[in-house]
């Protein structure tokens, strides 16, 4: 799990604070922990936590987890959006479904497993970055959004055509398949489609399939009863079963293992799961919402995606087109970023210079709007003026040359290369390029043995 985000735990336990924030601190960038929950609304407002790890039980309230509730509910009018992980020693299936339903993001049982609680983090940490966005997103002005999707900048025809896409969905729940490259905003746009459906006041919830290891999948999607393995002190509902009768969305479905796929297609075909440790066959009623940044139709046709798979997944496809197909869009959010980060670090910076606009307008931007709005807050940052300049914005062309190789050695072999290349091999044409004999260009190409 990369070190980000901020993490506040909530527990009557000093062992249980003391162990979290010993496991969490080379995880996160801040954590922060306090055995009274009449403190929470006193940290939201100062330290502003990105995740809050909530015990259910209390002092006064040993099992039944309504302490737990009462205090989800106080974040949640605190804060609609923020993440809440609510934890127990005290685990059921009906509490897990009760706690998703209450607006908790996720639900984990104490003793915890290591691996699945920062998998578990992480995806939460993962869930609440796309939250700010559609946060941020909503505070820009009309002019730089469409109107019935405030979560999404966009104007261009590509983004357009999405837009119409979603409308014509919202009146159906087939299965999604959203491609598209890493930074697009697949999962922007996957909880557009969700909150324009016939679903949209159901379960929406998320597993992140590039940070589960596969020894925990199925754990994660199905569920388990206590002592279905050595760590299963308790039951615990999976992520199929807590959105069942609204939508789960698995994002980059690309990476599971073709064994994972099988156990996944089997679900997706049957409509049931049955618990890891359980006979019990559980009925599910599921919308799929799946994305994936790999070619998957190549992966199918070199083996390493089910074809089967991908049939049940993706009756409709999204194509979320690279902010270097974007026309326009590409200002639009950058000057968003700026107004954003302008914000943020108290700068009067107003928007981008013509020079400054041509050269985002240049670039390919391979890491998409995720790379272009790392630029923007860093360019704001360094910047002294009123308007952005060109100068202020570092690019990842740029940064690769200030990281060039400087050996002389290195440099000159690299030199003849390209002048031989450039010359179809030529002698006396490449000598010419690098403004050298032809005699001591061949003394330098057998010394160098190129």
């Given amino acids: 799990m990369d070190k980000k985000g901020k993490i506040l735990i909530i527990d009557d336990n000093e062992d249980v604070l003391f162990a979290l924030n010993a496991l969490l601190y080379p995880y996160t960038e801040k954590v922060k922990v306090s055995a009274y929950p009449e403190k929470i609304a006193h940290y939201m407002e100062t330290f502003r936590p990105d995740l809050i790890l909530l015990d259910m039980n209390f002092r006064n309230d040993v099992v039944s987890g309504k302490e737990g509730f009462f205090w989800l509910k106080k974040i ?45 983090i992480s995806s939460a940490l993962k869930l609440r970055e796309s939250r700010k966005q559609i946060e941020n997103l909503k505070m820009q002005v009309q002019s730089l959004s469409n109107p019935d999707y405030p979560e999404i900048i966009g104007e261009s025809e590509v983004m357009l055509e999405i837009f119409s896409l979603i409308e014509k969905l919202s009146e159906t729940e087939a299965n999604i398949l959203i491609l598209g490259e890493n930074g697009t905003g697949k999962d922007l ?69 073709l064994s994972m796929q099988s156990k996944l297609l089997t679900a997706i075909e049957k409509k049931q799961i049955s ?68 914000h943020k670090y108290k700068k009067k910076i107003s928007g981008l210079s013509p020079e400054a606009k041509a ?71 490449a000598a010419e390029l690098l403004g050298i004999s032809r005699y001591i260009l061949y003394r330098k190409i057998k010394g160098k043995a190129l």
């Fill in 275 to 342: 618990r890891l440790g359980s006979t019990r066959i559980l009925p599910i009623d599921v919308r799929f919402i799946s994305a994936t940044n790999i070619d998957i139709f190549r992966a199918t046709e070199e083996g390493n995606f089910r074809q089967d798979l991908l049939y049940r997944i993706n009756t409709i496809e999204v194509h979320v087109p690279p902010l270097r197909e974007r026309d326009h869009d590409i200002v639009l959010l950058s000057e968003y970023f700026i107004e954003k980060f302008a």
């Fill in 76 to 120: 949640l009018e605190t804060d609609h959006e923020a993440i809440v992980i609510l934890m127990t020693a005290y685990a059921d299936t009906e509490k897990a479904v009760q706690a998703i339903k209450a607006g908790a993001t996720d639900f984990i049982s104490k003793p915890w497993e290591k691996e699945k609680l920062l998998a578990t």
């Fill in 359 to 429: 050269k985002i307008m240049q670039y390919t931007w391979p890491g998409n709007v995720r790379e272009l709005q790392n630029v923007m807050e860093r360019a704001v940052i360094l910047s002294q003026d009123k308007l952005l300049m060109a100068g202020s914005i570092t690019l990842q062309t740029e940064k690769k040359k200030e990281s060039e190789n400087l050996n002389l050695e290195s440099m000159e072999r690299t030199a003849i290369e390209k002048a031989l290349k450039r010359s179809d091999g030529n002698i006396n044409k």
């Fill in 189 to 257: 746009i996957a909880r557009a489609i969700f909150h324009h459906s016939p679903r949209a006041q159901k379960v929406f919830t998320t597993i992140d399939l590039s940070v589960i290891p596969e020894t925990l999948f199925e754990s994660e999607l199905f569920g388990y009863e206590k002592g279905a393995f050595t760590d299963a002190k308790t039951g615990k509902a999976g992520r199929m079963e807590i959105a069942s009768g609204g939508t789960l969305f698995l994002d980059e479905i690309g990476n599971l293992s």
